[in-house]
């Protein structure tokens, strides 16, 4: 069974909008600058009482919705900013979400690309569990580690999860491509840590994480690397750019996506665009934009999906599946 199709999703974004006006009158920006360069209005941000689990937790419960939880064998989380270093989103999602005790719970650490490796790790495992469900999330509190006086980042980051449930499926293709560049200089956010040892000095670079990146330069590295591994997933998939019915690519930038979409040779009705009102939600802006597709009535049985992310590392990585039913919502 080489195929993959997505038996139910959900999504969860906090209700508070910070929009480009309010992000005026903390920094020397303008609200029509930041909508030309990024194609953001507003973006989502947590409240104080919010973590990545409580918003990790409500867009599971929607993917799970009329599911059979006892039969999820692996629950894996991409996330940058999760509530602990140990124990893992995973390991609290099973326990929060009541899922068996004898299944896999993984975190994975890819920045932006985390949901789409979070669906290839899931159908790469479920090769071992057969009739058995992978949930899949990715979920980001951004707000956490975003410098606010930094200009050139802060009116990029939201906050926000994703989440979906697949099977393997004996119908289709499921096909992905992925790989690394490791750099901390384009892209990056320092660990924190106490540094209180008391016989060793503190370290003079130990100062609290906040986002920091090259903007031109990941610019560049996006359009190029997510089109290439398009072009590889798809060759592996035997399948043309035109046969595909849906794109997701990253929601980092308008400009971005853009690009990508002409490099290809894209239709651009194909593909989901929500950074509008979401931003850059890191790990969560497939799985959101995933949901938003799903919900909107336009997958059918049979569709081609296109999921495509680069993210801090560098990563990047994609995939190819045919989805094998139509899925009906409750709500």
């Known amino acids: 069974m080489n195929g993959l199709t997505i038996l139910g999703t959900g999504s969860y974004t906090p209700p508070f909008a910070l929009t480009n006006k309010m992000l005026e009158t ?37 993917a799970l919705d009329g599911l059979d939880r006892s039969k999820i064998g692996a629950v894996i989380a991409a996330t940058i900013t999760p ?28 920045a932006c690309s985390g949901f789409v490796m979070a669906m290839k790790t899931a159908h790469t495992l479920l090769a071992d569990m057969p009739g058995r469900t992978a949930l899949i999330i990715g ?29 393997r499926d004996a119908a289709g293709t499921f096909a992905s491509d992925c790989g690394a560049v490791g ?85 651009p009705e194909k593909c989901v665009i929500n950074i509008e009102n979401h931003g850059n939600t890191s790990s969560a802006t497939c799985a959101v934009a995933l949901d938003d597709l799903f919900r909107s009535g336009k997958v ?6 296109v999921m495509a992310a680069f993210g801090g590392g560098l990563t990047y990585a994609s995939a190819y599946f045919t989805q094998s039913e139509e899925i009906k919502y409750n709500d």
């Open 26 to 62: 903390i920094v020397d920006t303008d609200s029509e600058w930041i909508k030309l360069r990024t194609g953001i209005l507003s973006r989502a941000i947590a409240a104080e009482s919010e973590t990545t689990l409580s918003m990790a937790t409500a867009a599971a419960q929607k």
């Open 83 to 110: 509530d602990y270093l140990t124990p893992s989103l995973s390991c609290l999602l099973q326990r929060d979400l009541g899922l068996p005790t004898d299944i896999a719970a993984i975190d994975i650490n890819c």
């Open 139 to 167: 979920a980001e509190m951004l707000s956490r580690v975003t410098d606010y006086t930094d200009r050139a980042t802060c009116v990029l980051f939201g906050d926000g999860a994703g989440a979906a449930v697949i099977r």
């Open 183 to 267: 750099n901390a200089e384009l892209l990056s956010c320092r660990a924190q840590y106490l540094c209180n040892n008391p016989f060793m000095p503190r370290p003079r670079d130990a100062e609290p994480g906040a986002i920091a990146m090259n903007g031109q330069e990941v610019f560049r590295f996006a359009i190029e690397t997510c089109s290439e591994s398009v072009k590889r997933t798809l060759t592996r998939a035997c399948a043309e750019v035109d046969s595909v019915n849906h794109f997701i690519f990253h929601q980092a930038n308008r400009r971005i996506i853009d690009g990508i979409v002409r490099k290809l040779g894209i239709t």
């Open 300 to 305: 059918n049985a049979g569709n081609r999906i």
